[in-house]
């Protein structure tokens, strides 16, 4: 059965401190793997991975894929009260199926 | 931009009423897709359509329906409302199955009483 396991589940931390959200995966024939972030309601999109070893980056955010140990982080340098969210991770499988993990839910205190 | 609305933000039912949930896209996508998200749980896929009138069931159709009569508007009917029905419900549509992104609306907060 494909599953993707985020962690930790949950994270608080001070303003101004780094943070890396790990995603790992067990999914049939993998195609991509997606970062979301989901403030108060519609999740929006971050990140698509497709090959190891490539950082994306966006900002204070990057990501990178390692398919030889079927994991993805997410880093958020210098952490900001905006960043507070839950982040999702998401796999899709060779039936173009999102396999989604449950979340980490990020608090940033001030 | 791609625009996904749904019809409503919060609703309340009571156990065995019928209920409507509505999703409208602006951008031509093909498939539109309905999850729900509860704590712990993240997000689960009722079901996808990938085309007018074509639905797929996803991994918990069990007690919902879905109606996608054009293409901009995918509906979800829960025929029976239940206490375990209570959720965060949850559209996205993509361009095509291969387009990776899903872009999602905001949400329709369920209570059932």
């Known amino acids: 059965e494909d599953k993707v396991v985020q962690s930790p589940l949950s994270l608080v931390v001070h303003e101004g401190d780094t943070v890396t959200l790990n995603c790992s995966y067990e999914?049939?024939?993998?195609?991509?793997l997606l970062w979301y972030k989901q403030e108060k309601k519609a999740p929006t999109f971050l990140f698509m991975l497709t090959s190891s070893g490539i950082e994306k980056k966006s900002g204070r955010l990057s990501s990178i894929l390692d398919k030889k140990e079927l994991f993805s982080i997410l880093n958020i340098t210098a952490t900001q009260t905006g960043d507070s969210a839950i982040y999702l991770c998401a796999v899709k499988n060779s039936n173009y199926q999102l396999i989604w993990g449950a979340g980490t839910k990020l608090i940033i205190k001030p | 931009d791609v625009k996904v609305t749904q019809s409503s933000r919060y609703l309340v039912k009571r156990t065995g009423e019928k209920v409507f949930l509505e999703c409208v896209q602006d951008?031509?996508?093909?498939?539109m897709f309905w999850y729900r998200q509860d704590p712990g749980l993240g997000l689960r896929l009722i079901y996808f359509?990938?085309?007018?009138?074509?639905?797929e069931k996803g991994d918990i159709p069990e007690g919902y329906s879905v109606s996608r009569e054009k293409k901009e508007r995918f509906s979800l009917i829960l025929e029976s409302a239940s206490t375990n029905q209570t959720s965060m419900y949850l559209c996205?549509?993509?361009?095509?199955?291969?387009?990776?992104?899903?872009?999602f609306g905001p949400g329709t907060r369920l209570l059932v009483l």
């Open positions: 359509s990938y085309d007018v009138k074509m639905k």
């Open positions: 951008m031509d996508h093909e498939n």
């Open positions: 999914v049939t024939n993998f195609r991509s």
């Open positions: 996205a549509s993509s361009l095509s199955l291969a387009q990776e992104t899903q872009y």
